[in-house]
Antibody
């Protein structure tokens, strides 16, 4: 069974850091590019970062560029999102997904509030 | 950035009826390889998004053929024939031709009468 399981979310204060993980199973993780996509409460979907299957290229939305870092460890079938200088507007459900769109995680909630 | 304009924002339909959702992009979504990277997703209530259609008209895995996608260049349509109760949720179009960023439509909420 294919699974993407995110973890690492929580309630943090503005200016804090957080690192999300997304563990993949049931498919060849190392063959897929991966996205992080977020959804603020009651809002639509917002793409925030992409990493190629071999980490050769990484792209970011302007809203997170310079603050967030996407990475992966293919030996651990794990995708990461390191988030620094968090702001209230980063409050959202964060999903990892393959670039083919076939597989999505269940999401992890990040709340930034004082 | 490519702007995706999705309409209508919501619609209410009876079981068995057909509906169409429009998605228009601010520029052509034809990539240099000749393919068009316009996809449709469904987010059912309380769930993660699910891929319905990729590259305009190709059904995702396990997606019933009541769903169909058409369009070209800047103008795309998702059609649901014979709506069923399980089809309720929010539908999104997304373009993956011109990135970064990948951009989503604002969503269409489908309710069942």
């Amino acid at each position: 069974e294919v699974q993407l399981v995110e973890s690492g979310g929580g309630l943090v204060k503005p200016g804090s850091s957080l690192k999300l993980s997304c563990v993949a199973s049931g498919f060849t993780f190392s063959s897929y590019g991966m996205h992080w996509i977020r959804q603020a409460p009651k809002k639509g979907l917002e793409w925030i970062a992409l990493i190629y299957y071999d980490s050769s290229n990484k792209y970011y939305a302007d809203s997170v560029k310079g603050r967030f870092t996407i990475s992966r460890d293919n030996s651990k079938n794990t995708l990461y999102l390191e988030m620094n200088s968090l702001r209230s507007e980063d409050t959202a459900m964060y999903y990892c997904a393959t670039t083919t769109g076939d597989y999505w995680g269940q999401g992890v909630m990040v709340t930034v509030s004082s | 950035d490519v702007v995706m304009t999705q309409t209508p924002p919501s619609l209410s339909v009876a079981i068995g009826q057909s509906v169409s959702i429009s998605c228009k992009s601010s520029q052509s979504l034809v990539y240099s390889d000749g393919k068009t990277y316009l996809h449709w997703l469904l987010q059912s209530p309380g769930q993660s998004p699910k891929l319905l259609i990729y590259q305009v008209s190709n059904l995702g895995s396990g997606v019933p053929d009541r769903f169909s996608g058409t369009g070209s260049q800047k103008d795309f349509t998702l059609k649901i024939s014979r709506v069923e109760a399980e089809d309720l949720g929010v539908y999104y179009c997304v373009q993956a031709t011109h990135f970064p960023p990948f951009t989503f439509g604002s969503g269409t909420k489908l309710e069942i009468k």
